[in-house]
């Protein structure tokens, strides 16, 4: 749990199993998707969003060994309903959003609040009963506006259907990344 990342991996490799179906909605130099699809294995499917072909090129060539269980699509997250497979709707374990700009790339490509948060409302419509949302936001002008944004979208969210936890690195130095996590709780509309 040392930071953002760390504490996401954590939970991505507690949920995600071998034939899930999971989308990395930010696919930047591939990383996390690289950790999806060593937890999927060969039997399951990650999807691979980004807005810029550099992102999905340098994931491709990370990811060789692994190409038949991945799908990455050059778009916008914003897409992602329509972009999956129709099987696939309501199917998908987890997605994970690393949201800003990629590392050593052009900083003027970001995520704003303006795509991310119809994103996120894709993506709870394409989760499986017991699927989860990892969002990653960094504090960059941008993304201090998303974050606001996120928290507001997560805070109305009903409770009977969806916890929406907030993870803040409170004596990390700089300007600590904050992370949320939506879980979903369909199978358990009795919980208050
Ligand atoms: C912080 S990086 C992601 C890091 C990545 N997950 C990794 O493991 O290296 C954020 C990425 O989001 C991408 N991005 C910006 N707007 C986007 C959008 N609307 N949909 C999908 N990706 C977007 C950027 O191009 C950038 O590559």
Redesign the pocket.
Known sequence: MRNA?TFVHAILRDTVKAGDVVI???????????LLAELVQQHGLVYG????Q??ID??RSLLGGSSERLRLIC?????IATAIYPAHRGRVKAV?F??????G??KT????AE??LP?IEQAIGVLTADGIITI?C?QHSEGLREINAVRNMLQQMPQPQFSCLETNFVNQRGNPAVVFIVYLRHQQTDLP
């Open positions: 990342i990395d909605a930010t696919v930047g130099n591939g990383h996390d998707t690289q969003f980004d807005v810029q550099e992102a340098a994931a778009s916008g997250h914003e897409t994970t690393n949201l800003g700009y990629l590392p790339g052009d490509i970001t995520t704003n795509t991310t994103a990653v960094y």
